[in-house]
């Protein structure tokens, strides 16, 4: 029965034999095996079937497929939606990312005063909105940034910033900017509870041994903390980089995509394509969106895996000179 | 691990003796902290709050104005949009589907990151290197084979469908945390257990699962947040059957159908929002340190 763990002590050199290995490691296999399957149906198998379905002409679950080759690709190609919601998901991702890492950083900084009383009330406060559920909140801030007297513009008007009310969401000049602001509000305390967890690690010794040397406060956040953090930044990022993809509910009930599409990232895109505009059964092409799901995956595993190769040969180099 | 978080902020009010020297610029810099933090703050929740306020207003009054409490409290909003939202039963759906898939998720990563940080075995090696490439794989990539398949198994008559397809998204952050957890334990416990006449199940279900405690209320409150959330499968597995929509689902849905009566979208969506809310201020203390549990590692 205890076979399984022993495997690992076996000494490198002298393996035994890959049949009696896989066979000592059975109850491995036995206990991921739920996993394994559920991952494999639902994450592994969609993102080959993806490939598969790609080439074909189709219009609904139910239809038949028409085998087209690579048409759907060449057609993707001069189709100028699915590049503008392709850059836009990237843009969202790139603008929204910082912005939210920098700012909930900065907060988590002043929060994590020890002196600061009031600081878990602030931090319980800013934290809400990520508890609350996206599709509705979105819903709500589309009332709140509605152009018709909805109360921002009430306030913006009262104060005599704006003559006449703007139309947050329903202008394109304005929409993705709106969209990112939200975005930002409703996720930002989750980063900043990261940062937190990161800051509470550096010992406050530190800081105090730099007040007695005469270090100001801005001197101190880039002495001790900035580099303590490195290594949580790093998780940190990552997490809400990926998070920050996967936008659909956010944008889907805040905006449709609208104004005349444009806030239509990818995944708005691919919905579109595959399910009709209003989830109607009328205008599905579901071999299309698959390709079109197939050059986003496609590209976004291309950027991570360059960051990731980026990543190991900056920790490769550090080794090497320290 | 477990107290850390709160327990530092609640020690800043001890005065230490040895700092009241810097007492005087400190406390004029907290005052302007104070000064510019509480004013974000009521911002921050406005949008709540003003929801809620225009949830008891009529219709017609919802825009008419920056008053938040309302002359009359119109609560016939609240029960028209129970009524008419069907969210008594998209509550329950929403309760079981995340019940169910929380569940899920801590049982399948967990055994997963036990074996993966633990045991070495044949195979090991590419099951890592596929795991990595999904961490980032797209949701709406995959959404029409999910739909696809669900449809050709059958699974798309009850909650069952939604609660596997989400259980069966990489949760890959989760299971790197349990990974690191058990690869950090000492090997005696398993020689003792092994001693002890335990098998190789026995030990983890009596003597590892246990120990990660810390790590599983970390996986419930990440996953609780991320099913609660979730749109994109519920959505399209519900597009023809709405009695099993989510919350989320069903006050989008319920706002495309009634696009101008802001003031019952108002109470629908109060209704659905204040219960987390609620349960999100009385176990805060959790979710701070689930949340943080993630980075901890």
Known sequence: MQIAWTAERTPRGTKKPLRTRIWDARYCYVLMAPGLVLIGMFSVYPMIASWYYSFFDWSGISQAKYFIGWRNFSELVHDSFFWHAFWRSAWFMLVSTPVELVLSLLVAIVLNERALKLAPIYRTLLFIPVVTTTAIVSIVMSFVFAAFNGPVNQVLQGVGIVKSPVDFLGDHHTVMWTAIGIFVWKWFGQPMIYWLAGLQTIPQELYEAARVDGARWWRQVFSITAPLLKPFAIIITLIVAVGNLQVFAFMQALTNGGPFFSSEVMELYIYRMAFGASGSAAAQRLGYASAAGVLFGVAVMLVAGLQALALRRVRADRAETS | ?297
């Open chain 2, 1 to 297: 691990m477990t107290t850390q978080l709160l327990d530092r902020q609640q020690a800043g009010a001890v005065p230490v003796r040895r700092r009241s020297r810097w007492r005087r610029p400190g406390s004029i810099r907290r005052l302007i902290t104070y000064v510019i933090l509480t004013p974000i703050c009521l911002v921050w929740i406005y949008p709540f709050v003003w929801m809620m306020s225009a949830s008891v207003k009529p219709n017609g009054k919802v825009f008419a104005g920056l008053g938040l409490i309302p002359t009359h409290w119109y609560f016939s909003n609240w029960t028209e949009a129970w009524e008419q939202a069907h969210i008594g039963r998209y509550f329950i759906n929403t309760v079981i589907v995340t019940l169910s898939a929380v569940a899920i998720v801590v049982l399948t990563t967990a055994t997963m990151g036990y074996v993966l940080g633990r045991f070495s075995f044949p195979g090991k090696k590419p099951i890592v290197v596929l795991l990595a490439a999904l961490v980032f794989l797209p949701q709406g990539y995959t959404i029409i084979p999910i739909f696809d398949l669900i449809t050709t198994l059958h699974l798309d008559g009850n909650l069952f469908g939604i609660i596997l397809a989400e259980s069966g998204a990489a949760h890959i952050i989760q299971l790197l945390l349990f990974a690191g957890y058990f690869r950090q334990l000492p090997r005696e416990l398993e020689e003792s257990a092994t001693v002890d006449g335990a098998g190789f199940f026995r030990t983890f279900f009596q003597i590892f699962l246990p120990l990660s405690k810390p790590v599983i209320a970390t996986v419930v409150i990440i996953q609780f947040i991320a099913s609660w959330n979730d749109f994109l499968i519920p959505l399209v597995l519900t597009l023809s059957r709405p009695n099993l929509r989510t919350l989320a689902v069903g006050i989008y849905t319920f706002q495309g159908e009634n696009l101008t009566n802001y003031s019952d979208m108002a109470a629908a969506s109060t209704i659905s929002l204040l219960p987390v809310i609620i349960v999100f201020l009385f176990l805060q203390r959790y979710f701070v340190e689930g949340i943080a549990g993630a980075v901890k590692q």
